[in-house]
């Protein structure tokens, strides 16, 4: 566990000034990899150290309960403030998480939320002192795992296999979308300026 930061995202390198073969497989690996945490029939929980922006807040939302460190730290989904847009199932699985109101206004305003209001309104189940992140999260994994598995695994597959059916069905043409997207020199001249604009935030 990194202390600070869960995950900055996706790391905007891998589709800045990238060929479109590359971006696709980018893509192609960024939808395994949350079809399987998604999908998983393990009892998931994230222990959100720190930072969890845009990718970093979807790797939280796929998993199936949430604990969020307490402290300077903002989760969301920020895209529209990098000038990109979040893809349908990144906005499902908001929706799926706090509901369709607050997705709306969250996902419009680029919203970063702090520990405190995450919790608010429900993107995080529970916030923690730093150092008792990880304690946290494994009480809360001892009474999940108290439950029969088949039972949880069934209801966990009811609540997400509309989402899961769907984004399998659509994988080429989401794809598809992502690169013809990232490919735009407007978008590529705004990732330019929000990776620039890191670098300074750092000197
Ligand atoms: C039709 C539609 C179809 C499809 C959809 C289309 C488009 C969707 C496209 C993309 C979706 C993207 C989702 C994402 O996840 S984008 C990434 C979003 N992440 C962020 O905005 C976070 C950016 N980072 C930060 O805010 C901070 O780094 C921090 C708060 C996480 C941590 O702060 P620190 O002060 O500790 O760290 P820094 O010193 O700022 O950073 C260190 C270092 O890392 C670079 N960096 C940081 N984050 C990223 C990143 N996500 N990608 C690439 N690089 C990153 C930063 O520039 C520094 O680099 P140097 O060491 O100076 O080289």
Redesign the pocket.
Known sequence: MVP??FS??????E?YQKKPEETDAFWRTLQDVFLRLYGSKLVTIAAISG?S????CLLAMACDYRVMATGKYTIGL??TL?G????FWFIETMKNTIGHRETEKSLQLGKLYSPEQAENIGLVDQICPPDDVLGCARKEMVKWLKIPDHARILTKQLMRNELINNLSSKRKE?IY??TS??QKDSIQRSLGL??ES??K??S
Request: charged share 20%.
């Open positions: 600070n930061i900055a995202g996706l790391d905007i390198t589709f930072h922006p845009a990718g970093g920020n895209e990098l990109i847009i979040a893809p989401d979308n992502f997207f990232v929000y990776l890191l670098k935030k750092k």
